[in-house]
């Protein structure tokens, strides 16, 4: 399986972090077309105190443990409209937006086009291709929600960054993982820890 993989300047870039290194663990993907936005090295290097100013494979593929050699990322620059992902001749699954902002969210739903994200992000809608974004932001504006719904009607999959409680995480690192496992169950990508709901006897009055 071929995807691409978007990450924006929305607070969470460890979401991306994980969902890529579960991407890659999964065996499941064969390519994974990167594309960074140029707010994300300011939030790697606020939150997880990661410098990615000047990304590349090789620094992609250090930051996320893979081996130096690794042909699991393309890594394309955000203006490049002659990536591969800017295709719709391009045979893909989909496309994931990790962390989403709010801006990257209007550019999309306004058609406007003005990176390789928001061009990627249209072709996957155009071609019927699954897009998955994942919001992040508190409150939501009325703007924010209307654009959700826009690109919902669109058939784009809006999956929140707003990860369950119910398997009890003990620590970030599970709680953000409960989220990733989100996103690749919406490809069928198998991952190992499985935090999908069985079932549970309780009942009401109980
Ligand atoms: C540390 C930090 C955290 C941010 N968190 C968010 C956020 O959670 N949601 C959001 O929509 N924008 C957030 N922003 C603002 C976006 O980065 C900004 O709107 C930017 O224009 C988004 O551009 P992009 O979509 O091309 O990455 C944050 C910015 C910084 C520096």
């Known amino acids: 399986m071929e995807l691409t993989v978007a990450v924006t300047g929305a607070s969470g870039t460890i979401y991306a972090y994980r969902t890529l290194q579960l991407l890659a663990e999964s065996g499941a993907v064969k390519t994974i077309n990167l594309v960074m936005s140029s707010v994300v090295p300011i939030v790697a290097q606020v939150e997880l105190g990661v410098n990615l100013r000047t990304p590349d494979v090789k620094t992609i593929n250090e930051w996320l443990g893979l081996k130096k050699d690794s042909k699991l990322i393309r890594f394309w ?20 937006i990790v962390p989403c902002s709010m801006g990257t969210l ?29 919001p992040r932001e508190t409150p939501f504006n009325a703007i924010h929600l209307k654009n959700m719904l826009t690109l919902s009607k669109a058939g784009a999959t809006i999956l929140p960054a707003s990860p369950g409680f119910y398997h009890r995480p003990k620590t970030i690192e599970q709680l953000v993982d409960h989220l990733c ?26």
């Open 181 to 206: 496992y989100r996103i690749l169950d919406q490809f069928d990508i198998p991952h190992t820890d499985k935090t999908q709901w069985t079932g549970n006897e309780i009942n009401k009055s109980e």
């Open 106 to 134: 209007g550019a999309i739903a306004s058609g406007a086009g003005t990176n390789l994200i928001h061009r990627a992000a249209d072709v996957a809608l155009k071609e019927g291709r699954k897009l998955v974004l994942v």
């Open 77 to 96: 620059k955000l203006e490049n409209f002659a990536a591969k992902p800017s295709s719709g001749s391009t045979k893909q699954a989909g496309m994931i």
